[in-house]
């Protein structure tokens, strides 16, 4: 149940404990504990509303940055990912697989905010030997939601 559960939750956090039991027939107390067993292990960290900035009006700008670091003798990526994820531009950051070693996620009120945050802050850090920033200019879909409206072709799709 707790796989389906978390499932509900991360495609709609605002279901009720009466909606996901009647989704996962099991009973309102079930659900609850088993929410409140999740927050507490640690497994659920929170809940968020996915906003569409254009709508909101919302003059902000991302960018993902590719790291190249040093990792450190005793503590890995784990002592500089720690430093950096204390910012608070910083929205996300992993430890990824291939040409660069981390990606991190930033928000700024402009380009120009972003590009000091990452020439004076992270460039500078100690162990860090590269950066390449990605400006995002539209986002169509975020943790599974569709942002940018899909127009509907009426006419259906025809395959001989």
């Known amino acids: 149940m707790k796989e389906q559960l978390l499932e509900l939750l991360q495609q709609n956090a605002r279901l009720t404990n009466a909606e996901l039991a009647v989704m996962l027939d099991t009973t309102e107390a079930e659900v609850a504990d088993a929410i409140r067993a999740l927050e507490n292990d640690g497994v659920i960290k929170g809940y968020s509303a996915i906003v569409d900035d254009e709508l909101a009006n919302k003059d902000m700008v991302t960018a993902i940055i590719e790291l190249r670091v040093t990792p450190?003798?005793?503590?890995?990526?784990?002592?500089?990912?720690?430093?950096?994820?204390?910012?608070?531009?910083?929205?996300?950051?992993?430890?990824?697989?291939?040409?660069?070693?981390?990606?991190?996620?930033?928000?700024?009120?402009?380009?120009?905010?972003?590009?000091?945050?990452?020439?004076?802050?992270?460039?500078?850090?100690?162990?860090?030997?590269?950066?390449?920033?990605?400006?995002?200019?539209?986002?169509?879909?975020?943790?599974?939601?569709?942002?940018?409206?899909?127009?509907?072709?009426?006419?259906?799709?025809?395959?001989?």
């Open 72 to 160: 450190q003798r005793d503590s890995g990526y784990e002592e500089i990912a720690h430093t950096i994820m204390q910012y608070d531009e910083v929205e996300s950051i992993a430890l990824m697989a291939g040409a660069y070693d981390l990606s991190v996620t930033v928000r700024g009120t402009n380009v120009k905010d972003v590009s000091m945050f990452v020439s004076q802050r992270l460039a500078t850090l100690a162990g860090v030997l590269s950066t390449a920033t990605y400006f995002v200019l539209k986002k169509y879909k975020e943790k599974g939601i569709i942002i940018e409206g899909e127009e509907k072709d009426e006419r259906g799709y025809y395959f001989p």
